[in-house]
């Protein structure tokens, strides 16, 4: 099992950044690949980015695509998300996830584990 504890959450002017951090227990992190997603009030949890187990491949959706960087470091158990160019659309609670079955996923459906999340507010 892995529980997932997210930070770095906060109030920010838009085009500024703010850099996530979800930290995993356990000592099986490295089997777990990771995702971030975010749900903004009133809507439906949407997929951010995902990584594989190594790290070397990444995936976004097209809407952060350029601004975000999901990242991951196995010697310390943490999944990062830079996010630049901030904008207000980017408000939400963002959520990291793990699974351990699919290299890269995209769908909520994929994922094992969640975080509690960590809210992001974007100013305009």
């Known amino acids: 099992q892995v529980q997932l504890v997210e930070s770095g959450g906060g109030l920010v002017q838009a085009g500024g950044s703010l850099r996530l951090s979800c930290a995993a227990s356990?000592?099986?992190?490295?089997?777990?690949?990771m995702g971030w997603f975010r749900q903004a009030p009133g809507k439906e949890r949407e997929f951010v980015a995902a990584?594989?187990?190594?790290?070397?491949?990444?995936y976004y959706t097209d809407s952060v695509k350029g601004r975000f960087t999901i990242s991951r470091d196995n010697a310390k158990n943490t999944v990062f998300l830079q996010m630049n160019s901030l904008k207000p659309e980017d408000t939400a609670v963002y959520y990291c996830?793990?699974?351990?079955?699919?290299?890269?996923?995209?769908?909520?459906?994929?994922?094992?584990?969640w975080g509690q999340g960590t809210e992001v507010t974007v100013s305009s």
């Open positions: 356990g000592r099986t992190f490295r089997n777990y690949a």
């Open positions: 996830a793990a699974n351990i079955a699919y290299a890269v996923a995209r769908s909520s459906g994929q994922y094992d584990y």
């Open positions: 990584i594989n187990r190594s790290g070397d491949r990444t």
